[in-house]
């Protein structure tokens, strides 16, 4: 058990610099990640919601522009070749 444990911690040990991530303000946990799959869900899922899998990856990806704050949604548009300018 020790060794796996040794084992993964220097495989992982830039991961593992929780002081310096505290310090730059950077989440320590997996929550914000699983807060946003929850979120992300229910608006996806639903009653009379049906998806086949490409489907549900495309309206994941737009969910997911529409939830983000760092301007990824205008970025995609402002980039898309059936609404930028010319």
Do not use: C, M
Not at 8 to 18: I, S
Request: net charge positive; charged share 20%.
């Amino acid at each position: 058990i020790l060794a796996t444990d040794l084992a993964y911690f220097r495989t992982n040990r830039a991961g593992l610099q929780y002081p310096i991530f505290r310090q730059h303000g950077w989440p320590t946990g997996s929550s914000i990640i699983e807060s946003t799959v929850k979120q992300l869900g229910k608006r996806v899922k639903g009653t009379e919601k049906f998806w086949s899998l490409p489907g549900a990856e495309q309206t994941l990806q737009v969910v997911a522009h529409l939830a983000s704050t760092d301007g990824s949604w205008d970025r995609f548009w402002d980039a898309h070749p059936l609404t930028s300018a010319p």
